[in-house]
């Protein structure tokens, strides 16, 4: 029987080439954009679940809001993780991470200063599930000065020779590492990527006792079955305890007196949620996590895709069912059972699936590389061949062949005998509803994800179209400058001679790209207010950065004269409450003596030093220069300039490697997440509609073969072509202008949510709608008109003759 | 007997009124009888050919099939009766366009749950007696209109049904294709099979044993 409804199967679908490779191709596209979907979502969701222990760790976290300022922060205090294991019984260990940016790393005669390097306890190994692969297995960390390396790591500064026992020197201390193992490189799906870890054994601040300075990435191994959220609780006691005396020491203030308009305290984040939920601010993140927000995305369009495309194979199926109504007559009248031609029909959409999961499965194959690209990803077709994915891969096929085959399948089943002989039951008046509602959905899909790209596209323009309050234009950072020492004078002395480079400061605080950050209390008076962000800059910044000064003036050259005077931005004049008269109000910066007094002597205009997701903060700038390079450039292309300095820089033979970085092109890393969902937004949008429009090619085929006596006798009776064309095309433009009043409602809703997200962005106009609405209809139609037309230009002759 | 009607009515409902399909048929069928159904067209032969066939229902009466109360039978045991025991054959021949000729005949069989082996015999020996040996890979397309209804036949006649019900067999057929379709049917059922063919033709409804005539859905003498 099998073997008939498989072979009865392949011969309709031979006989029906047309429509089967409009469904196969729709389904096709919908299984590769669902497929890539499905990996890239499990590869987010895969996120540090490598690690044996992963559902019992979790990391402390800090979080507070003082004076109305939100503090997030994903370290905590170096004492914490020693003292939660000690107090609460819950925590079977607890492990830190102390990350330094990229030192200078020497081996003999070779020096890097690209190494991600972390001193991590002794204990870390034991945590994490980084295997050994050569050297000490057991307890490689747990003499001072011992380091391990990553694979790729150790052959990059030995070679093929044998790691272990080697020495490596970091830094101008000179201090010293034994390295004593190294272990696999860490898996991409990982919220760390270290390169070497050496021991937090000896590093004199993994014993301080301090519980105001937050430096440590601190994870704890729970009991099995510890829930988080009741351990929280048992937290503030233990924080108050220890954080009460030495506050008080700090601030004035004793720790209920500062809670009393304060929140303030250490929480506790699974490690599997750190990859795709955390708020903390990337600075203060070990690497840039994922967003949840996009995974749901992500998920509803690959859902969506495939839904659209199941849409057209139900459409074109019941569409066509007059075709089939006489066999299965026949069927029923030799003594078919209704199961038996549903399981035929069935037959048909599965073999279906089946060729187009071959298809989809190339596809995926053909776009993993450009998909890798978009994404930022290293996903790998191998992948697709694992186990698990066979079971997606199934449920997926059982899935698509019941709602793309389930609908005909009982629907043409369900025709009486007789009737379906004499063919007159069939009008197709029943399944024409279903059709149109399918459409519907297939095209507010369609039309929401064109909105969707339209506001994403837009608010991306803006963002390269803000105006910042600083000119980001060839301008060159060399933030490794200050590497030169004493030679950076000579060095800056010799760039300004160039005369392609206008203007040259020095600082090591940019607005975008990677940039020092100092934050301090502020006191008026003797009144704390809040912290705020530091600038430290010289008096050539504000010109190089083509920052506006509003008030007062610049710092002057003039030694010593500026060096209790700061510049401070609008925002700061605000919420300092200087609104009348800034210039010449004093703050007093909190500091170790116990505060400095500043006197303001500026305002610039607002900046953004942040990215447009939060609002601009206060901010005080300092003369107090120190850090590398910003050159304000006269060429757009800084290629060339950027080859004589690197020559420059190689004269003065410091051993150091040559970096630098485009302020614009910082900036635009900056929004690289949502630059990436945009572009895979677009492209997904572009599938939908394509897939979309298949199904309406399809549709309008059917119907204007239909219709093709009605044309004819139209066309004898006096019928313009453009009429026949608008008769075709009319009832299909009512369901798409029907779509728009379903879909932009909901695309509004979740376009204005996301767009919260930024704390400056554009607004949804009105003609956002409508170019949507244009854009929609605009392809609609040129697919229907594809059909009609070539039914309405034919010889009216020919098709009454054959009737 | 085979069969008998009593008292069937059928009837349907437009506009408030009701109009009869057909009005109190009484009818006994014999096995080894061979039928003839005439009437104007409307008359209500095709309707009382599907209620034999049980193709279609009946408002009113009593219908036994075989000592079997069909009118009280579920729909699947019905299915099951005339599976079983008819075999049909109808003027547009209605051969499964996607199958060939073996296929076709071999239709009836696979819904039978037959096996493969036992099919092949059957198919074997139906294309044997038919003479379309040749043609048994060919579609239904390939063929000419007598050629299909020869196929149509052999198709009803496969299952080794008691009753036969046709259709206007040689509607659409030359008269010379016709003649050999009749003729088979003669032979058929002079081998034992029960036959009830509808058709317009008197020289067709010669080749019967006894002639019903309806109309307006009644029968007349």
């Not at chain 1, 697709?384 to 043409?412: D, E, H, N, W």
Request: charged share 20%.
């Amino acid at each position: 029987m099998i073997r008939t409804y498989i072979k009865t199967a392949w011969r309709n679908i031979l006989k029906n080439k047309g429509v089967f490779s409009l469904n196969i191709a729709g389904l096709s596209i919908g299984i590769a954009c669902c497929l890539l979907i499905v990996l890239f979502v499990t590869d987010e969701l895969s996120y540090d679940k490598f690690h044996e222990k992963a559902d019992n760790i979790v990391r402390v976290v800090f979080r507070a809001k003082v004076n109305g300022e939100v503090i997030k922060e994903a370290v905590v205090m170096a004492p914490v993780a020693q003292t939660l294991k000690e107090e609460l019984p819950e925590v079977l260990d607890a492990t830190r991470i102390r990350r330094i940016w990229m030192p200078k790393m020497r081996y003999e005669n070779t020096t890097y200063r690209d190494s991600r390097f972390a001193y991590v306890d002794p204990n870390f190994f034991d945590i994490f599930t980084l295997p050994v692969i050569k050297g000490n297995q057991e307890n490689p960390l747990k003499e001072p000065g011992t380091i391990v390396l990553t694979r790729d790591e150790a052959r990059k500064y030995f070679g093929n020779s044998n790691p272990i026992g080697k020495m490596l020197v970091m830094g101008d201390a000179e201090e010293q590492f034994r390295v004593t193992a190294v272990i696999e490189n860490i898996p991409e799906n990982s919220h760390f990527h270290f390169d070497m870890f050496a021991s937090m054994e000896g590093y004199p601040y993994a014993k301080n006792t301090f519980w105001t300075k937050s430096d440590f990435f601190t994870y704890l191994l729970l009991r099995e079955g510890t829930d988080p959220e009741l351990l929280e609780d048992k937290l503030p006691p233990i924080v108050e305890s220890h954080m009460g005396p030495q506050m008080k020491d700090e601030i004035g203030m004793s720790f209920a007196e500062f809670t009393k308009d304060n929140q303030l305290g250490l929480f506790l984040q699974p490690l599997t949620d750190i990859h795709l939920n955390s708020d903390f601010a990337n600075a203060s993140e070990l690497e840039q996590g994922g967003n949840i927000k996009y995974i749901y995305i992500f998920g509803a369009i690959g859902l969506f895709m495939l839904l659209i495309a199941c849409i057209n194979f139900m459409n074109l199926s019941t569409a066509t069912a007059a075709k089939r109504t006489k066999e299965v007559g026949i069927r029923k009248v030799l003594g078919s059972e209704r199961k038996q031609l549903i399981s035929q029909f069935l037959t048909e959409s599965l073999i279906a699936t089946l060729i187009a999961m071959v298809i989809g499965f190339f596809l995926v194959i053909l776009a993993l590389p450009f998909f890798n690209n978009l994404s930022g990803k290293a996903l790998n077709p191998a992948f697709l061949l694992k186990f698990r994915t066979g079971a997606v891969l199934l449920v997926m096929m059982a899935f698509i062949s019941l709602t793309a085959g389930g609908y005909p399948a009982f629907f043409l089943s369900s025709f009486k005998p007789v009737a379906a002989l004499k063919s007159k039951f069939f009008t197709g008046k029943g399944t024409k509803g279903l059709r149109s509602g399918l459409v519907v959905f297939q095209f507010v899909i369609s039309a929401g994800l064109i909105f969707a790209t339209l506001v994403v596209g837009r608010q991306m323009s803006y963002i390269q179209n803000k105006n910042v309050g600083y000119d980001r234009d060839q301008i060159l950072v060399l933030r490794d400058a200050h590497l030169l020492g004493h030679n950076k004078t000579a060095f800056k002395n010799e760039i300004l001679k160039d005369p392609r480079v206008k203007n040259v400061t020095t600082s090591a605080y940019v607005p975008a790209g990677p940039t020092n950050n100092s934050m301090s209390g502020v006191f008026l008076g003797d009144r704390y207010q809040r912290r705020m962000h530091y600038y430290n800059i010289d008096e050539e910044y504000l010109s190089v950065m083509g920052m506006e000064l509003v008030a007062g003036r610049n710092f002057s050259k003039v030694f010593g004269a500026d060096s209790l005077n700061v510049i401070i931005n609008e925002t700061a004049v605000e919420t300092l409450g200087f609104k009348d008269n800034p210039i010449g109000k004093t703050l007093t910066r909190a500091n170790d003596k116990g505060g400095e007094e500043l006197t303001v002597i500026g305002v610039v205009r607002d900046f953004h030093f942040k990215s447009l997701h939060q609002p601009i903060e206060p901010l005080i700038l300092r003369y107090n220069s120190y850090g590398g390079l910003i050159l304000r450039t006269t060429v757009a292309d800084m290629s060339g300039l950027i080859e004589s300095i690197q020559k420059l820089w190689n004269r003065f033979d410091s051993g150091e490697p040559f970096t630098y970085a485009i302020l614009d092109d910082s900036y635009k890393e900056t929004y690289r997440a949502e630059q990436k969902m945009g572009d895979i937004l677009r492209i997904f949008a572009l599938l939908t509609i394509f897939v979309a429009c298949l199904g309406l090619f399809g549709l309008v085929t059917f119907t204007t073969e239909q219709r093709l006596k009605e044309i004819g006798i139209r066309k004898v009776l006096g019928s313009s072509v453009a009429q026949i064309v608008t008769l075709l095309s009319k009832d299909f433009l009512k369901l798409i202008l029907l779509s728009f009043v379903i879909a932009f409602p909901i695309g509004y809703y979740f376009m204005d949510r996301w767009l919260r997200d930024f704390s400056y962005r554009t607004d949804i106009r009105w003609w956002v709608f409508v170019l949507a609405a244009l854009i929609t209809v605009f392809i609609a139609l040129v697919t229907i008109s594809f059909k009609s037309v070539k039914a309405a230009l034919e010889n009216p002759v020919k098709s009454l003759k054959t009737e | 007997m085979l069969l008998q009607l009593n008292n069937i009515f059928k009837w349907v409902n437009s506009g408030g009124r009701r109009t009869f399909l057909l009005k109190d048929i009484n009818l006994t069928v014999e096995e080894g009888e061979f039928i003839s159904i005439m009437g104007p067209s409307g008359s209500g032969k095709t309707t009382l050919l599907n209620v034999v066939g049980m193709l279609d229902g009946f408002n009113e009466g009593e219908y036994n099939f075989m000592d079997e109360s069909v009118h009280q039978l579920k729909e699947k045991h019905r299915a099951n009766l005339y599976k079983e025991y008819i075999g049909f054959v109808f003027q547009a021949y209605h051969l499964i366009d996607e199958l060939t000729v073996y296929e076709n005949i071999e239709t009836p069989l696979l819904y039978k749950k037959m096996k493969s082996s036992e099919r092949k015999a059957l198919v074997a020996d139906m294309l044997d007696r038919f003479n379309i040996v040749g043609k048994k890979d060919l579609f239904p397309e390939q063929l000419s209109g007598g050629q299909q209804q020869l196929v149509g036949i052999a198709r009803a006649l496969i299952s080794k049904p008691k009753l036969i019900l046709a259709d206007e067999p040689t509607g659409n057929l030359n008269s010379k294709q016709g003649e050999e379709i009749m003729d088979l049917f003669k032979q058929l059922n002079e081998e034992g099979v029960t036959i009830i063919q509808v058709t317009h033709s008197e020289k067709n409804a010669a080749y019967g044993s006894r002639i019903i005539e309806l109309l307006d859905g009644r029968e007349i003498k």
